[in-house]
């Protein structure tokens, strides 16, 4: 028999998505281990216990660095093996995407440990890459241009080259070719030692990817150059002696791609690309294959949507055969492979912790002392005899036979042929039908659909103090899946069947899948409350994309963060980054709160001038009114 806490770790999926980074103490609580090394260990609940000591409330953030570099090393060994293993000629190097996530904290970190594998950084606008020339990269680390560039972003280019970074134009468009021959025949004639960035080209391909980013590749790509577009920039490079500049050839398929099958016929098309332009004498060194390498949030391990049917092994062999193959067979040098993984090595070093606030009451408790009465209308009677009767041979009939007396109920009251106490009394009958029906279907090998529905419908909505919009928002665009842990009482079976609901005013604002090893959970396996108990649960997997792509909505701005670090002894609090006060969020959409201030002080002392209110009271309504500029946005216990 497996114990309760295995049999809650396999509830939640822990095992399976965690990817060996985290775990269930004996004490019945999360933990996450150091990469490094298994027996290093943070209990996450010890963590959060310690931070609201300090007066740090949640939603947390919480960040763990080393699961960072865990994955960093996942991936550099990966293609170090595969590279062995078919002796393959070429190198691998991997840029981090800082669309994925560009906090200074993870940019750092990543180029901390990424520095020693040579890996580099890939910037996609002005601005990531005006963070990017200001930050220490490896001397041999390349840092690669994508997206739409004016003339500034090309000049920025030009200056990054010049502070030693090796920099890579990489071509989407024909305007940009022209803006970095032009100020490139500048260079010549001013400043003709001066080290040139290098150029590359986007491959539009014919393969696409899978998943929700299949319209990435294909040929109605927003990206990438066709082949007479790419025969056009090389000729016009050798037109302006400048073809030594080209270096690279990459291409993108999307992200999260759920098929290695898809991911090779792109490897296949896009080895053969760069093959035809090494035999054009063009000495093309670099094959970026772009992200996509997916995270497993699901860990079904399917091609399913939120899932990947593969690993980075499988992945890194699979890139490395195919390559290797077609460069043997058109007999040319295998490039070093370039990789823009951003999803893959940023995803599982950050959780949000938050509390459950509360339980949004939609089912009408039970009144199991609810007298019955002679004068109770027919159908009120029916609806308390199906109750006495329900067991598990009948409970199918009698939940058919409920919701047509529900129905009925309603037709009746409308009619004004029944009173509202009637009404009351009805529906309290029908949800102990419904809760006795599914107690009892519950227990049967096989539950009917419509128990599962049902299941659905009964399940008790918890408030989770946090906003999918700030903090998951990929969860409301687009239906992504991340995995959803309680932090502690995992060594107690859960109780209730339940859906979240966050703070905002928005009826979007739920989280009502979760994630499944067969399929999409629609309730979410969770424990009782217990007044005067806080109740925790981690949002995990959400260290890439959601931090960037969260919004504003209602003002809630960004939560509080933490950065643990995992050693011997547990955890360490290495660094506590306050989120945003009311006057922060207030500031964001452009108020000021000192204005803001002004006016409400002179309201209020205008209701003292008029006697409606004394000057005592006034001034503590003002004075409260100026301290609460300084908390936090979420909610908080004890007005603190
Ligand atoms: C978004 C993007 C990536 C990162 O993709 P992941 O799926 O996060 O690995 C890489 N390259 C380009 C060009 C991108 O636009």
């Known amino acids: 028999m497996a114990s309760v806490t295995e049999q809650t770790s396999e509830t939640y999926g822990i095992e399976n998505w965690g990817s060996d980074y985290f775990g269930v103490n004996r004490k019945g609580n999360l933990i996450v281990r150091a990469p490094e090394n298994d027996n290093y260990t943070a209990d996450v609940k010890e963590i959060i216990d310690d931070l609201r000591k300090r007066g740090v409330n949640t939603p947390i953030l919480l960040r763990f660095p080393q699961l960072l570099f865990g994955q960093i090393r ?21 840029v981090f995407p800082m669309k994925v996530n560009s906090n ?33 990269q490896a001397k041999d680390s390349l840092l690669v241009l994508n997206g739409f560039k004016d003339r500034d972003f090309v000049n920025l280019a030009f200056a990054g080259a010049m502070a030693g970074k090796n920099v890579v134009i990489v071509i989407e468009k024909m305007s940009e070719l022209d803006h970095t021959l032009d100020i490139a025949a500048k260079f010549a004639k001013e400043a003709p030692e001066a080290p ?36 056009e920039v090389i000729r016009r490079l050798q037109e302006a002696g400048r073809i030594d500049m080209l270096k690279l050839l990459h291409f993108h398929i999307g992200s999260q791609l759920t098929d290695i099958k898809r991911i090779k016929n792109a490897m296949k098309e896009a080895a053969r690309t760069y093959a035809k332009i090494i035999k054009m004498k063009i000495p093309i060194e670099y094959l970026d294959v772009g992200g996509g390498m997916a995270v497993d949030y699901d860990g079904s391990r399917t091609s399913f949507e939120s899932s990947a049917n593969y690993n980075a092994q499988e992945f890194a062999n699979d890139v490395i055969y195919v390559i290797k193959n077609v460069c043997d067979d058109e007999n040319v040098e295998h490039p070093t492979i370039i990789q823009e993984s951003g999803r893959y090595l940023s995803a599982y070093h950050a959780m949000l912790v938050t509390n459950v606030q509360d339980e949004i009451e939609t089912v009408v408790e039970s009144l199991s002392e609810m007298e019955m009465t002679k004068d109770d209308p027919q159908i009120v009677q029916e609806l ?22 529900r129905d009925e109920l309603f037709t009746m009251f409308n009619l004004g042929l029944i009173s509202l106490e009637a ?32 299941r659905q419908l009964m399940c008790v909505k918890y408030l989770a103090n946090f906003s999918v919009f700030r903090s998951m928002p990929d969860n409301w665009a687009l239906e992504q899946l991340f995995p959803i842990v309680p932090i502690h009482k995992l060594n107690k079976k ?39 108990e806080s109740y925790y649960l981690a949002m995990m997997l959400v260290g890439a994309y959601q931090e960037v792509m969260g919004n504003n909505h209602n003002l809630f701005g960004v939560p509080h963060e933490a950065h643990v ?10 660094k506590v980054v306050y989120g945003a006060t009311l006057g ?15 006016t409400f002080r002179r309201a209020v002392l205008q209701r003292i001038k008029e006697g409606k209110l004394s000057n005592d009271e006034g001034s503590k309504a003002i004075r409260f009114y100026e301290d609460q500029v300084e908390s936090y946005t979420y909610l908080t216990p004890n007005g603190k």
């Open 565 to 574: 670090f995992i050693g011997e002894d547990g955890y360490i609090i290495k």
């Open 104 to 136: 200074r904290a993870v940019i750092e970190e990543y180029l901390r440990e990424g520095t020693r594998h040579n890996f580099g950084l890939e910037a996609g606008s002005k601005a990531e890459l005006y963070a990017a020339l200001g930050v220490d």
């Open 423 to 454: 009404k009351g009394k009805g529906e309290v009958l029908f949800w102990d039908i419904c809760e006795k029906a599914d107690q009892f279907a519950q227990q049967k090998k096989y539950v009917a659909e419509e128990f599962d529905e049902l």
């Open 494 to 532: 859960p109780s209730e069947y339940a859906t979240l609901c966050d703070i905002t005013c928005d009826s979007d604002g739920i989280v009502d899948k979760f994630v499944d090893l067969h399929d999409v959970k629609p309730v979410l396996e969770l424990h009782t409350l217990v007044k005067g």
């Open 74 to 94: 996942k991936l550099q060994s990966a293609f170090k093996k595969s590279i062995k293993e078919f002796e393959y000629n070429g190198g691998h190097l991997c």
């Open 196 to 231: 040139l960035p290098m150029v590359g080209v986007r491959v539009k391909l014919y393969s696409k990817g899978s998943g929700k980013w299949e319209k990435s590749g294909g040929e109605a790509a927003k990206f990438g150059l066709t082949t007479t577009e790419i025969l």
């Open 384 to 405: 308390h005899d199906l109750r006495e009767g329900v067991n598990g041979k009948n409970y199918r009939e009698y939940y058919h036979d409920a919701l047509e007396n």
């Open 584 to 598: 922060d969020a207030v500031a964001s959409v452009r108020f000021e709160p000192g204005q803001l201030q002004d």
